[in-house]
């Protein structure tokens, strides 16, 4: 129903049907069924949930609700990797194995500043976070400032807004194993979130090997957030205030808050990207949605009920 | 059960928080540290469960030096209150008293009702029953304290290391607080707590320190080592002390600051 060739539902369900039975179908719904709105429908949900679960783990081991999963910097990594990829003339894959190795890269680089540091404080990360993060992005600043203006500009800026118009198949395989594991894992410590939440010292005291826990934490939630990043580009405040609704509805504790924000994340992505891509002619670039939708809708819900934190 | 041995610490080179700290504490004996702010006293806890590393000494329990314990195995044996500090989430008490059971989880589950079931009976221990499902942001100081035994307590530890239990506290909960702190020693749990209050001393520890500018310069019997004498060198003002009865053939002690008018 919803996109620029119509299918009605009976014959969505009759091409997915035809997969296992023996049924007719029209060849060409089921290339856009397959080849483009399952893809994309998967791409969108694994992106949502990511972020989602990412942000509500980093808000967790910063004791800090104000921490979104781009806080050590992945995105303002992935965004000079990918703009170095358009730069370059590469082509898609390559735009995305770009923004991937780079907004590892740039965690990586965080991770080490702050080990520079003799403390063992989390506000440290934060910090190289920030620190590496405005590197980063002054570098793809320069990159814009190089492009073509007609050419390579528009690209590099269009990716950063973030979209979901072009995955493929090819490039959900490649990702969704990282993410799954990486998710599999969070769900699995996720009580143990609750213990890094109270303090890093109160942790250690409590006999949780902190050192250990936070670099875990680190890893899945930089794969999570690079994988989102390089298959949508640029999808901001998801991360950050899908965990608050979380809260609001399930309350402070991650045994609950990470299940859920894995299905709201996962929910709210896969609405606003059928907005996205059907509530004008053209497709209007996701990030900028996720942003005009969620930002009313987090000040109705802080008016209305109690935040979750303090 | 655990023993200190010329313990010292510093930050830097220069300057030392405290040196040739030694002492010994058995299964339910409650040592009481006092002295000034900045003598050393929370920074020789924080030592005592690894949170810092010892410059030189060594601290033990039976015998076994905890740089050998791991973190989990270390939170077997202590359980550490630290000073009153403000949680960002608001957990549930349960969920808060639950996190004492870390040290018994494996790396990747949560805790099983049994869990549950011990953390229940630690809340119950010290009293706060009413407040299993409130969230530890919306209690009073005081119940928080509580809550924070009752955490230390699921951790079922052989020593209790205390940062100032009564300090933020009204004069109720205090003596709450003192009176749960003796209740847990007769249960053979070994306890060293830091105080600014000498009159703590005399209520709930039969073992008192002197800290005085990193070291120990008194340590023993609390009716030997809270001297008007030693309050002075600690505290640099008058302190009379007096004994008073308390009403079942027992005398007390007090401490009453003499203040020229």
Redesign the interface.
Known sequence: MIGRYPISPIEVITVILSKILPIECDNIAETVIFQIRIPRIIAAMLVGAGLSISGASFQ?LF???LVSPDILGVSAGASLGASIAILLSLNLFYIQIFALLFGLTAVAITYFVSRLVKSSSNLVLVLSGMAVGSLFSALTSFTKYVADPYEKLPAIVFWLMGSLSSVSNKDLLVVIFPMLVSIMILL?????I??I???D??????????KKFTTLMIICCTILTASAVCISGIIGWVGLVIPHIG?MIV???H?KLLPATLSLGASYLLLVDNFARALTTVEIPLGILTAIMGAPFFIYLLKKSKI??? | MLDVKDAAFSYNKNGCIFEDISFSVKAGDVLCILGSNGSGKTTLI?CI?N?LKLQSGSVSIGERNIKYF???????Y???I?QM????????VL??VL??R??Y?N?????SKRDIAIAKSAIDSVGVNHLIDKPY?EISGGERQLVLFARALA?QPKILLLDEPTSHLDFGNQVRVLKIIKKLADTGLSIVMTSHFPDHAFIASNMTAIMKDGRFIDIGNPDDVVTEKNLKKIYAIDVKIVQVSNGKNNEIKVCVPIIDQ
Not at chain 2, 85 to 92: E, G, L
Request: charged fraction near 20%; hydrophobic fraction near 30%.
């Open positions: 967790g004791k800090n609700p699995l410590i996720r009580w143990k609750n213990v939440s109270i303090g010292e109160e942790a250690r005291s409590l006999g949780l090997n902190t809260r309350g402070p504790d045994r979750g934190w303090s | 924080r469960c949170l791991g973190e989990r195995d270390l939170a077997r202590i359980s550490y630290p500090h403000n949680p960002t989430f608001p957990y549930s969920d808060v996190m004492g870390t040290p989880l790396p990747f589950s949560a805790p942001t951790q």
